[in-house]
């Protein structure tokens, strides 16, 4: 993946190339999400669909990272690659929770 990566064969960052590849992978999808609020164009649909590619590659791209960082025993960059993969649950978990109330009928929302 990481041209750079396989010609040297230094591996020290590799963890942290692919946490920046996840982060940036989530900046882009909400840059897009911004346009299309201001634009509200008909192609919403296939918007929501490269929204969740760049999601689930981010998702990837976090895992790879926390994979490589346990491998060599970097617990700093392990810390940084969890941090991102739980802040990318936590929005899809708000996401996922706010679409769900909106929903519902008004007598059956849940109660905070």
């Known amino acids: 993946m990481f041209v750079e990566v396989e010609k040297s064969g230094e591996r020290f960052f590799e963890a942290e190339l692919y946490r920046l590849k996840g982060e940036l992978l989530l900046n882009a999808e909400r840059k897009m999400m911004n346009a299309e609020r201001k634009k509200k164009t008909g192609k919403s649909r296939s918007r929501k669909l490269e ?55 008004k007598g059956l929302t849940r109660r905070t």
């Open 51 to 105: 929204s969740f590619s760049h999601s689930t590659e981010a998702e990837a791209c976090f895992q790879q990272a926390l994979q490589i960082a346990r491998r060599q025993e970097a617990k700093s960059l392990e810390l940084r690659a969890a941090t991102s993969l739980a802040r990318l649950w936590q929005q899809q978990l708000v996401t996922c929770s706010l679409r769900f109330t909106t929903g519902l009928p």
